[in-house]
């Protein structure tokens, strides 16, 4: 060790590497917090039954969030290290696939920009097409009827079944 760095941990790109775990737990801090920050913003006018209020689960859920956040920074800090499932096949020397991940993170902004505007049916049939192709599916004929489907029908069941409404966009009057 040197006389620059005294008995204070390094953080390089190394250090960074073997606790890649804190990356979890920053997302996880984070998510809790927003929950809990969505949670104590319930107007209290809202309509409440029995002794707990709208609040109680995600202020539950944030605060629970929060707490695996703390006790997960802990144990990686304290040199605990997640172990791979026996049946993985993952190489980690390999690099991670990041095509993948942003093609897949496209499809799902593209769903969050286009539910509003288009409807449920369409932005989700985006969604599943765009999921199936960023997963390797290069059919480019039953891919797009297979997520129309996907889409109608998860469409019909929350709007129509469950009573969850679902923003049908031009298919509001048809279903």
């Known amino acids: 060790m040197s006389a620059l760095t005294g008995n204070r941990p ?34 209290t006018d809202f309509a ?31 040199g605990g290290k997640g172990e791979a499932e026996a049946g993985e096949d993952v190489d980690l020397s390999e690099p991670g696939d990041w095509k993948t991940v942003l093609l897949l993170s496209g499809a799902f902004l593209a769903n969050a920009a286009l539910i509003g505007l288009l409807g449920f049916p369409i932005s989700g049939t985006v969604l599943f097409w765009g999921a199936a192709y960023a997963l390797g599916s290069r059919e480019l004929v039953r891919d797009p009827l297979i997520a129309a489907g996907m889409a109608l029908v998860t469409y019909v069941v929350f709007n129509n079944l469950l009573g969850v409404p679902l923003p049908g966009g031009p298919l509001m009057g048809v279903l």
């Open 10 to 43: 390094r953080f390089d790109r190394q250090w960074l590497r073997e606790h890649s775990e804190l990356g979890v737990c920053v997302v996880l801090a984070a998510l809790g917090v927003l929950v809990l920050t969505d949670a104590l913003s319930i107007p």
């Open 48 to 78: 409440q039954r029995g002794p707990v209020g709208p609040e109680a689960v995600p202020v539950l859920v944030g605060g629970l969030l929060l707490l695996v956040a703390a006790l997960l920074a802990r144990d990686v800090l304290r």
